[in-house]
C-alpha cells in the first residue's frame, strides 16, 4: 500500500494550488482579527502561522479547513484537508484508538465487516454459509483495494511514532488520557493521506522522541502545510515560508523566508518602518505648524486647509509601527490561610477495565510546598490531578481536605471552562462573592478580555485565549493549593514568561504536571512523584532530563 507520502506524489499537479483565500475578512464579534487577506497554499508550501494569542490564528485555521466562514472574501480548497485543532473532540467514545486512525481512510468499517463475516461462517451452515463466504471474499478484495494489511502496519508505525502503545491502540477512546487521544487524532490525520494539512500546536502532549519524530516526518512533507506552533525548533526544521497574523493592524504579513531568515526580516522591516514614519512625522508636523500660522490671515485660509489635509494624507498613507505586543499580567493569587497540610491523599488507584493505570498512590501537599508529578504518557498524571482536584472519584483510596484548603484546577484541556457560559459569566464563577462585577471585568481586562471580548462564548476562544480566561479565573480564587495541568501549552513566548514569572512568586502549594523544563525551573519544586510507580523523592538535577521525556 502506498503512503501518505507517495498517494500526494501521484494525486497532485505541479504548481496546483491546495488553498486559495481571496479577500479574506475575520471577526471576533465586532472586532477586527483579519483584514483583506489574499494568499494561496501550494504543494510544497510548508507555511508557519505566527502571532500572539488571540490575534486569529486558530480561527484562521478553523476558517481554511471550512468548519466556519469567513466575515467577507472566499475560501477555496483543491483536494482533502486534515486538520488539528487545539482541542479535538471525537464523537463516539466507545471507538478503538486503532479504529478511530484507520477510519481516515475508511478501513475501521471494512475491518469490522470483516471480522462480522467470519464470524457468520464459523457459526452457519448451508446457505446462509455461503452468503457469509461470498460477503467475507468482497470484503476482502475491498479490504485489499485500500491497501490492507500493509496500511494496517503503516497506521500502527505512525502512532508508535508519536509514543502510543499497542495496547492503547485497542483500547476505547473514553478510557485515554487528553494527551492520548489528540496523538491518535494526529495519527489519524497523517495516516489520511490529505494533500493539506492544517496542525494547531501539533507537539503539545509530546514527548521529545515524538516531536523529533514529527519534526523530521513535516520536514519531508511534499503536499500544502500550515502549522501554528511555539515549538521554535520545530518552525527552524519544518517551515519554508511565514505568515505573520499581525493584531494590532489585521493583517497578515507574508514572508517566502524560513524560520531565521522571517526573524531577521521582520527586525528589518520594522527598523524601515520606525525610520520612515519619523521621516514622514517630522515633514507632516512642519506643513500642519505652516498651516496654523496661515489661517491667522483670512485669504491664507483655504491654503491652510490643503497644507494641513496634505499632512493627514502623508500620515495616513504610513505603514504602522509595530505596536509592542500586549501580554497578560499575570499574579497568582494571595492564598488563603489554611492548616499545614491542606490536601492529603491516601492509597488512590485508577484502572480503565482490566488496565490498571496506577496504584496505591500517598500524597501529603503541605502548606507552601511544591511537587512536580513526572511519568511517561498514559502515566496517570493528568487522572491523579483530577482526583486531588474532586473532578473524578478513585477507585480506591481517599483525598482528605485540610483545614482551610481553597483549590484551584488548571485543567490542559480546558475542560474546566463551562463552553456555553461567557468569559464573563465562567470569571463570576470563580470569583468570591466579595468581588463585584467592576472588579472582575478590570481582572479580565489584565488578560486582554475587554468590551465585546467578555460576552463571548468561552467555546469560541482559542487554545490561548482559554488558557488566559483559565489562568484568570485562577488569580480571583485565592486558592492556597494550586493544581496546574500542562498551564504553559497554547502560549506565545511572552505568555509563558508571565507564567513562569507567576510560579516563581507564588506563596501558595504547587502540584505540576509539565514538559516544559523551564516551568520547573522556575517552580523550583522540593518533591517529586513518579507514576506509574508512585515512587516520591526529593528533586535533583537528575530528574530534570525526565521532564520533556514524560
Not at 502510543?164 to 487521544?181: F, P
Not at 460576552?455 to 486558592?479: F, Q
Not at 513562569?500 to 506563596?507: C, E, F, P
Request: with cysteine; aromatic share 4%.
Amino acid at each position: 500500500m502506498s503512503s501518505p507520502q507517495d498517494f500526494l506524489n501521484v494525486h497532485r499537479t505541479e504548481g496546483s494550488t491546495m488553498i486559495s483565500a481571496a479577500a479574506v475578512e475575520l471577526r471576533a464579534g465586532s472586532h477586527l482579527l483579519l483584514d483583506a487577506a489574499t494568499f494561496r497554499v501550494a504543494p510544497g508550501d510548508r507555511i508557519g502561522l505566527v502571532g500572539r494569542n488571540g490575534a486569529g490564528k486558530t480561527t484562521l485555521t478553523k476558517a481554511l479547513a471550512g468548519q466556519t466562514l469567513p466575515a467577507a472574501g472566499t475560501i477555496t480548497r483543491s483536494g482533502d484537508v486534515g486538520y488539528l485543532p487545539q482541542d479535538p473532540r471525537t464523537g463516539d467514545l466507545d471507538v478503538t484508538a486503532r479504529d478511530r486512525i484507520l477510519s481516515a481512510r475508511g478501513l475501521d468499517q471494512i475491518v469490522r465487516d470483516l471480522r462480522a463475516a467470519e464470524t457468520s461462517m464459523a457459526a452457519e451452515t448451508g446457505e446462509k454459509q455461503e452468503r457469509a463466504m461470498r460477503r467475507y471474499a468482497r470484503l476482502d478484495a475491498e479490504f485489499t483495494a485500500a491497501g490492507g494489511y500493509a496500511a494496517e502496519s503503516e497506521a500502527a508505525q505512525i502512532a508508535g511514532a508519536l509514543g502510543l502503545t499497542e495496547r492503547q491502540l485497542d483500547q476505547a477512546l473514553g478510557t485515554l488520557s487528553g494527551g492520548q487521544r489528540r496523538r491518535i487524532e494526529l495519527a489519524r490525520i497523517l495516516f489520511s493521506g490529505a494533500q493539506t494539512l492544517l496542525l494547531d500546536e501539533p507537539t503539545n502532549h509530546l514527548d521529545a522522541d515524538s516531536i523529533a519524530w514529527l519534526r523530521d516526518h513535516l520536514k519531508g512533507y511534499k503536499g500544502g502545510l500550515i502549522v501554528i506552533s511555539h515549538d521554535v525548533d520545530l518552525l527552524d526544521a519544518v517551515v519554508n515560508k511565514v505568515f505573520h497574523l499581525d493584531a494590532n493592524r489585521a493583517e497578515l504579513d507574508i514572508y517566502n523566508l524560513g524560520w531565521k531568515a522571517y526573524l531577521g526580516q521582520r527586525e528589518t522591516d520594522e527598523r524601515r518602518r520606525k525610520r520612515e514614519r519619523a521621516n514622514v512625522e517630522k515633514k507632516a508636523a512642519v506643513l500642519l505648524a505652516q498651516a496654523d500660522k496661515m489661517r491667522a490671515k483670512a485669504t491664507k485660509t483655504v491654503a491652510a486647509q490643503n497644507m494641513a489635509r496634505r499632512a493627514e494624507r502623508m500620515l495616513g498613507g504610513l505603514e504602522s509601527e509595530r505596536a509592542h505586543d500586549k501580554v497578560a499580567k499575570l499574579r497568582f493569587p494571595e492564598p488563603a490561610a489554611c492548616g499545614k497540610t491542606p490536601l492529603r491523599a491516601s492509597g488512590l488507584s485508577r484502572s480503565y477495565g482490566s488496565q490498571e493505570i496506577f496504584t496505591d498512590v500517598d500524597l501529603a501537599i503541605d502548606r507552601g510546598s511544591r511537587v512536580v508529578v513526572l511519568g511517561l504518557n498514559g502515566a496517570g498524571k493528568t487522572t491523579l490531578l483530577r482526583m486531588l482536584a474532586g473532578v473524578d472519584t478513585p477507585d480506591t483510596g481517599q483525598v482528605e481536605p485540610g483545614h482551610g484548603l481553597k483549590v484551584g484546577y488548571y485543567a490542559q484541556e480546558h475542560e474546566n471552562l463551562d463552553t456555553t457560559r461567557s468569559v464573563l459569566e465562567n470569571m463570576k464563577s470563580a470569583a468570591p462573592d466579595s468581588f463585584g462585577e467592576t472588579d472582575v471585568r478590570k481582572v479580565l481586562g489584565s488578560f486582554l478580555f475587554s468590551g465585546d471580548a467578555v460576552d463571548k462564548p468561552a467555546g469560541v476562544l482559542s487554545g490561548g485565549e482559554k488558557t488566559r480566561l483559565s489562568l484568570a479565573m485562577l488569580v480571583v480564587s485565592s486558592a492556597n493549593v494550586l493544581l496546574l495541568d500542562e498551564p504553559t501549552n497554547n502560549l506565545d513566548p511572552a505568555s509563558r514568561a508571565e507564567i513562569l514569572g507567576a510560579l516563581s512568586t507564588y506563596k501558595g502549594a504547587v502540584v505540576l504536571v509539565t514538559h516544559d523544563e523551564g516551568a520547573v525551573d522556575a517552580l523550583e519544586p522540593e518533591r517529586i512523584l513518579l507514576l506509574p510507580d508512585c515512587v516520591e523523592d526529593l528533586y535533583n538535577a537528575d530528574y530534570r532530563d525526565l521532564i520533556t521525556l514524560a
